[in-house]
């Protein structure tokens, strides 16, 4: 078993969570304005990753542009890690390669605490990655707390690069946001997640 296995009622049921969606959770986060370059890069990049329609080149040509952006705009203090093992409990299935880590250190090479945000990208079904994600999500609170790190609030998105959605786990809390945001609402999405890096609430 691991991450991919999980089911949102799965992951829910397993580890007694609790869910609350909130159809306004982020309504009140400021916009953030793109860089010129990252604008330029997605209008490029959009018509050869839908042609193309793989999770791969979605997550190359649309995602990890917009994270890399994300670290420039907080000074390159985050790191970000790209499909790298994060296996936590093998027992419990909390194991496997995420798609997507930011991490609130600048360090590059290894991957230390404090993890704040998961992304998990999928090809087209959104809510089909919810349950991995909430795994995901899990497992970096178990890995900030065997690092020292106990932070409040993990923070997680599943996005296919065009379409975007947010959670937050707090305690045994999964706070699903109902709404989804598209690449038309970059700067929505960059204010989404640099709030969660700052963890303004």
């Given amino acids: 078993m691991s991450y991919s296995d999980f089911t949102l009622a799965k992951v829910i049921k397993q580890f007694g969570l609790k869910v609350i969606d909130n159809s306004r959770m982020y309504s009140g986060k400021p916009e953030v304005e793109p860089s010129n370059f990252l604008t330029q890069t997605i209008e490029q990049?959009?018509?050869?990753?839908?042609?193309?329609?793989?999770?791969?080149?979605?997550?190359?040509?649309?995602?990890?542009?917009?994270?890399?952006?994300?670290?420039?705009?907080?000074?390159?203090?985050?790191?970000?890690?790209?499909?790298?093992?994060?296996?936590?409990?093998?027992?419990?299935?909390?194991?496997?390669?995420?798609?997507?880590?930011?991490?609130?250190?600048?360090?590059?090479?290894?991957?230390s605490a404090p993890v704040i945000i998961i992304v998990e990208a999928k090809k087209e079904n959104i809510n089909g990655g919810l349950g991995q994600c909430v795994a995901e999500m899990l497992a970096a609170r178990i890995f900030n707390e065997r690092e020292g790190n106990e932070i409040s609030t993990i923070y997680g998105t599943v996005t296919s690069g065009t379409n975007w959605r947010f959670?937050?786990?707090?305690?045994?809390?999964?706070?699903?946001?109902?709404?989804?945001?598209?690449?038309?609402?970059?700067?929505?999405?960059?204010?989404?997640?640099?709030?969660s890096i700052r963890d303004e609430r």
């Fill in 45 to 111: 990049n959009i018509p050869l990753a839908i042609a193309s329609n793989t999770e791969k080149a979605r997550s190359e040509m649309i995602i990890s542009p917009i994270l890399i952006e994300l670290r420039k705009q907080q000074n390159n203090q985050i790191s970000l890690f790209s499909g790298i093992d994060f296996s936590v409990d093998n027992e419990r299935g909390l194991n496997g390669n995420c798609d997507f880590i930011i991490s609130k250190s600048p360090e590059l090479l290894i991957l």
């Fill in 167 to 195: 959670l937050q786990l707090e305690g045994d809390i999964i706070n699903i946001d109902l709404e989804e945001y598209y690449l038309s609402d970059i700067k929505k999405i960059l204010g989404i997640l640099i709030s």
